[in-house]
Nanobody
């Protein structure tokens, strides 16, 4: 069973930057889109950013202009560059991959804390 492995989470000061990366433990075929979601304590999981295999991106209004999602088609990886971080960005961030199957893959999550 292929798993998604996230990395890059941690503590960042308000206004700072952080880069999250997600890589599968094996090959995933027929990817339709990849994305990042987050869940803060007491809240539902929400979409942060998604990108189709063709490169079309979609962002939550709260992160537009601050976060950038990118993917490497050959390596099946997806990154999230977080700039101008805010305390309200604090959450567990999850990587998500959907194939044409469709099959859904979720990572275990990586904690991001924005605090001084």
């Amino acid at each position: 069973q292929v798993q998604l492995v996230e990395s890059g989470g941690g503590l960042v000061q308000p206004g700072g930057s952080l880069r999250l990366s997600c890589a599968p433990s094996g090959r995933i075929f027929s990817i339709y889109f990849m994305g990042w979601y987050r869940q803060a304590p007491g809240n539902q999981r929400e979409m942060v950013a998604t990108i189709t295999i063709g490169g079309t991106t979609n962002y939550a209004d709260s992160v537009k202009g601050r976060f950038t999602i990118s993917r490497n088609v050959a390596q099946n990886t997806v990154d999230l560059q977080m700039n101008s971080a805010k305390p309200e960005d604090t959450a567990v961030y999850y990587c998500h991959v959907v194939t044409y199957g469709p099959n859904n893959y979720w990572g275990q999550g990586t904690q991001v804390t924005v605090s001084s």
